[in-house]
């Protein structure tokens, strides 16, 4: 069921064009054949695939053991490592900094960055987006306080007598602010942690906000607690959505196409290995 949340467009948005593409992707996903797409013709001639890669679990982790088969890991490289295949090229991780994730592309230094980037508009200005996942809020608080007894969806959180804590200067604050003017709103110093655990835990607030990722570890490590939205341990919360993809440089119609057909087809295999990663992570 979709939820009303402020700052849905985007997610709604992304998940229209992902149906869109889904009608149209059985049988469409071959590569562009040569002379169509100059970007396919250059990979292909080159005979790998340059990806930009930095590591921001759950979509790309880096393994500095040594002690798997690979270096990279998760559903960016999952994709990545299918378009090589496709292609019939070796893919080429290529190293690359918050700073230089998004120049790079133009520069013609890598063909893409798996690197997991938001969507936002001001990257739609210089980068095209391959959409495959979406980072999200969930709201949490203690199981047995009676003030949650009643509640049933992030909604019910904003009425008087509910105290909701949050980070100053987090990224959650704006939100937290627009999403929750009728409840009374707890601001505390970060202290390091992922979350407000301690406001909910010392029961000076009643509820306070998370990112749908970290939430699975702190479930795991506190006992006691509970979520909202809780359907599928909040992990298809639509608030506060920003959809997460990979990015490629404007301007390359057939390539940017054939890259989102594959990713909607493996959507499924995408989705369950960011599961897996979610359900490792500390």
């Keep these: 069921m979709q939820r009303h949340y402020k700052g849905s467009g985007a997610w709604r948005r992304w998940a229209a064009a992902a149906l869109l593409a889904a009608a149209s992707a059985a049988g469409a996903q071959e590569a562009p054949a040569p002379g169509q797409s100059p970007r396919v013709d250059a990979i292909r001639k080159a005979g790998e ?18 002690k798997s088969g690979e270096a990279w890991s998760g559903p960016a490289w999952l994709l990545a490592r299918e378009y090589a295949r496709r292609l019939g090229v070796k893919l080429t991780p290529v190293p690359v900094s918050h700073e230089t994730k998004v120049p790079v592309l133009a520069a013609n230094q890598v063909d893409m960055t798996i690197s997991p980037l938001a969507e936002t508009p001001e990257r739609l200005k210089v980068v095209d987006f391959v959409l495959y996942s979406a980072t999200s809020v969930c709201m949490f608080g203690r199981a047995g306080n009676d003030k949650l007894a009643q509640v049933r969806s992030v909604d019910d959180l904003n009425r008087p007598g509910i105290t909701i804590a949050y980070f100053t200067g987090g990224a959650e604050e704006a939100w937290v602010k627009q999403r929750f003017p009728n409840a009374t709103l707890r601001a505390v110093a970060n202290s390091g942690a992922t979350a407000p655990i301690e406001e909910i835990m010392a029961r000076r607030a009643d509820a306070a906000p998370i990112n749908r990722v970290p939430w699975v570890g702190l479930k795991r490590k506190v006992p006691g607690l509970q979520v909202f939205p809780a359907e599928a341990n909040c992990q298809q919360s639509t608030e506060k959505a920003s959809p997460v993809g990979l990015a490629v440089d404007k301007g390359q119609d057939a390539y940017l196409a054939w890259l989102r057909q594959v990713a909607v087809s493996m959507k499924p295999q995408l989705d369950a290995d960011e599961t897996r990663v979610i359900e490792q992570l500390p």
């Design 49 to 66: 695939l340059r990806v930009g890669v930095l590591q921001n679990a759950p979509w790309l982790i880096q393994d500095v053991s040594g």
